[in-house]
C-alpha cells in the first residue's frame, strides 16, 4: 500500500503515501528562505515521498520559535521561495508549508514578552522563556489574517498547500488548551470557544487561496498535561475541522512542558506507531485523509498500519534527516529499518537537562549538511553539535522549538 497513490478531494494527487513530516530546519538568514533549504527539498523530492511538509514558517514577527525561523509577512523573498516550491515539487511531490505562530513557546532573546491566549508561564522554562502576556482582541483578529496573508503567499510562490500547526504547544494549541487559555471571551471557556481561533483561521486561509490549494492541519492527540487539551477535545476538533472541509489532518502529541514524543516509553517505541489507537476513534467520526507521525521505522509497520484503515499516510520525520531517501530505498528492496537512538553525550547533567534540544539540535545538523550538498553523517558527535549550537546562538540555541 505505500506506493498506491492518493486523490485528495481537491483533486491533488499524492504519488504514494509517504509523508515526510515537518522538522525546524533552522537554515533561515535573516528570517527568510536560503539555498540550502532549496537544496536540502530537492534532495528530499528526489529522494521519493509523495508529500513533503516544510519546517515552520511563522506568520509574524512576534512568532518566532527560534532564531533562524522563516518568516513569512510579504513577498520580498518570492524569488527563492519560487525555487524552494519548485525543488519541492519535482519527482511529482506535493510540497506543503506549514504555518505557525510560536505563542508563549519564544525564547526571550526573542520575545522580551511573547503573547498567549491568557498570561499563563510556561513550567520548567526559566530562564529561557518570559511569561507572557494575554493577547487583545484585536491583535487575535490581525493574527488571523497573517495566518491567511502567508497561506496565500505560498500559493503564489507555486507550494501545494499549507497546514496550519495547532499542535505542540503553539499558539492555536495554546489556545485550544484549557489550561492555557483562561479567557472568559468568546475565544475561551467552551471547547467551541476555545477552537474559535483555529475556525476562524481556516476560513481566512480559506477565503484567500484557491479551492485546489490544499488546506492541511497538525494537532495534537492530547497535551498529555494536567488540565489541558485531552483526546476528547481532540476528536471533538477533528470531527469539527472534517465538516468545515479540511484536506488533511495529522496527529502528533506533547508540547515544550511534556515532550510526549521525544520521552516515547519502550514499549510504545517498540510497536512504533505512536497514536495508532487515537487513529482509529478519529476515523471513527471523519473520512478525511488521516496521518499519524512518529516512531515509524519498519516497512511492515508502515504497511501494517495502511492496513488496518484508521490512516492514509505514513508521518516520518527524523529518518528523512539520516535517509533523504528512504521512499525509493524501499521501493528499490534496498531499505535496512533504521534505527534512531537517542542523541546523548554521556555526561548527564548535560542529557538530563539539555538532553530533548540537544536531540532537535543534532538532527537539524543532519539537515544542514543535506541543505549544503553534503551527506549525512550518523555519527556525529552531539558534544560538536552543542559547541556549535552555542558559539553560533548562545543560550538562545538551546531552546529551540519543535515542528
Known amino acids: 500500500m505505500l506506493f498506491q497513490p492518493f486523490t485528495f478531494s481537491n483533486g491533488k494527487i499524492a504519488k504514494n503515501r509517504f509523508f515526510k513530516s515537518a522538522m525546524e530546519e533552522q537554515l533561515a538568514k535573516q528570517n527568510q528562505p536560503t539555498m540550502p533549504l532549496v537544496q536540502l527539498y530537492d534532495t528530499w523530492a528526489k529522494g521519493g515521498a509523495g508529500v513533503l511538509v516544510t519546517g515552520n514558517v511563522m506568520v509574524a514577527e512576534n512568532g518566532k520559535g527560534s532564531i533562524n525561523d522563516v518568516v513569512l509577512t510579504d513577498e520580498r523573498s518570492l524569488p527563492i521561495l519560487q525555487q524552494w516550491a519548485k525543488a519541492g515539487m519535482q519527482n511529482d511531490t506535493l510540497l506543503i508549508m506549514q504555518i505557525n505562530h510560536a505563542g508563549k513557546q519564544s525564547p526571550k532573546v526573542l520575545s522580551p514578552t511573547p503573547v498567549a491566549p491568557s498570561a499563563v508561564a510556561l513550567q520548567g522554562m526559566d530562564g529561557f522563556i518570559n511569561p507572557p502576556r494575554a493577547l487583545a482582541e484585536p491583535e487575535i483578529d490581525t493574527l488571523i489574517q497573517q495566518f491567511a496573508t502567508t497561506a496565500k503567499i505560498a500559493e503564489k510562490a507555486g507550494f501545494s498547500g499549507v497546514q496550519i500547526h495547532a499542535a505542540h504547544g503553539y499558539l492555536i494549541s495554546q489556545f485550544l488548551s484549557p489550561h492555557h487559555n483562561r ?45 489541558g487539551f485531552d483526546e476528547t477535545d481532540s476528536i471533538q476538533v477533528v470531527q469539527k475541522m472534517a465538516e468545515l472541509g479540511i484536506d488533511f489532518i495529522e496527529i502528533s502529541g506533547g508540547n515544550y512542558e511534556s515532550p510526549e514524543m521525544l520521552t516515547a516509553k519502550a514499549s510504545t517505541q517498540k510497536r512504533e506507531a505512536f497514536f495508532l489507537d487515537y487513529a482509529e476513534k478519529a476515523r471513527a467520526v471523519c473520512n478525511v485523509p488521516l496521518i499519524i507521525t512518529g516512531g515509524f521505522r519498519s516497512e511492515n509497520a508502515m504497511n501494517e498500519a495502511l492496513q488496518s484503515g484508521h490512516l492514509d499516510f505514513i508521518g516520518i520525520a527524523r529518518p528523512f534527516a539520516l535517509q533523504p531517501d528512504l521512499p525509493n530505498q524501499i521501493q528499490q528492496g534496498n531499505y535496512q529499518t533504521i534505527v534512531t537512538n537517542r542523541i ?17 539540535d543534532w538532527y537539524m545538523a543532519q539537515m544542514a549538511l543535506i541543505g549544503n ?10 558534544w560538536k553539535v552543542l559547541f556549535k549550537t552555542l558559539w553560533e546562538n548562545g543560550k538562545a540555541g538551546l531552546s529551540t522549538g519543535r515542528s
Open 373 to 382: 550538498g553534503k551527506q549525512p553523517n550518523p555519527t556525529l558527535s552531539p
Open 183 to 227: 479567557r472568559e471571551d468568546k475565544w475561551g471557556g467552551s471547547l467551541e470557544n476555545r477552537m474559535r481561533f483555529l475556525v476562524e483561521i481556516y476560513h481566512a486561509i480559506r477565503a484567500a487561496v484557491q479551492p485546489e490549494f490544499l488546506v492541511g492541519l497538525k494537532l495534537n492527540s492530547a497535551d498529555f498535561q494536567k488540565g
Open 344 to 360: 546523548k553525550t554521556g555526561f548527564a547533567p548535560v542529557d538530563n537537562k539539555l538532553g530533548a534540544v540537544l536531540e532537535m
